[in-house]
Structure formats: structure tokens, C-alpha cells
């Protein structure tokens, strides 16, 4: 049985885009994709994802907001202890405010957003992969 995958990004094409590339991965099963980070952390309880694909910034709840409720409900057991967490950032410098705060709310991984500074779709298909491997 493969691995079930929550995406959340307010942009429908980006989501889209990221549904497509996830869905290349052999061991994907499931896919939902998902609008912003309140949907992202209610997704999380009931869909049940291996794996958390999220965007820093959305409407109504950003996604470092959204990855510190998904981390303290996985403590109590309400979302899968064992899923990770992929944060996707426009702007990925090392030293950047979202990158290390992601890493210090626990994010498993931290990727450039696919049309991040040079607007184009565009990301690191292999480390997603291997990112989505490893959960398998």
C-alpha cells in the first residue's frame, strides 16, 4: 500500500503543479490536495497523510502556523506521529526568517517553491522524490 500525501497551496496552479509532480512518485497512493493551512492541520486529522506538502505562505492560517498545530497534535496522537512535513518556501537562503523557523518547528524538510524567485515551475524533482521515498 502506498503513501497518502496532503498538499496545501493557496495557489490553484501551484497546487496542481505539485499534485502532478507528487503523483510520479512510485509509492504514492493518495493525494489531497488542500487551500490553505486551517484545512492543512483539520486534512491532517481525518485524510491521515505520510507526508505534508505545505506552502509558508497562504490565507487564513500560514503554513509555520499550520506545521506547529500538525507537530502538537502529532504528540497527542491526533495526526499520524510518523508523517513528515515539507515546507515550501519563495525565498530560500539559508539565513531566511521562514527557512530556520521551519526547521525549528520540525519540518522534515525544506524545499524552494517552485516559482519562488524566478517565477518559473520549477523544483528539485529528485530530493522531493527521495523526500517521498524515504516515507514509503
Known amino acids: 500500500m ?40 483539520d486534512q491532517a486529522q481525518t485524510f491521515t497523510p505520510d507526508m505534508i506538502l505545505m506552502d509558508v505562505e497562504m490565507p487564513e492560517m500560514d503554513g509555520l502556523t499550520a506545521l506547529k498545530e500538525i507537530k502538537s497534535l502529532q504528540k ?29 518547528l520540525g519540518a522534515s524538510y525544506v524545499f524552494p517553491k517552485p516559482g519562488g524567485g ?5 523544483i528539485d524533482a529528485a530530493a522531493l522524490m527521495k523526500a517521498l521515498q524515504d516515507v514509503g
Open 2 to 41: 502506498g503513501i497518502k500525501v496532503l498538499i496545501a497551496d493557496d495557489n490553484a496552479m501551484m497546487l496542481g503543479f505539485l499534485e502532478k509532480l507528487v503523483k510520479k512518485a512510485p509509492n504514492v497512493d493518495t493525494i489531497l490536495g488542500v487551500k490553505n493551512g486551517k484545512e492543512a492541520v
Open 76 to 104: 497527542t496522537g491526533k495526526v499520524n506521529p510518523k508523517a513528515k512535513v515539507i515546507i515550501l518556501s519563495g525565498t530560500m537562503h539559508e539565513n531566511d526568517t521562514n527557512v530556520r523557523k521551519a526547521k525549528f
Open 118 to 122: 524566478d517565477r518559473s515551475f520549477s
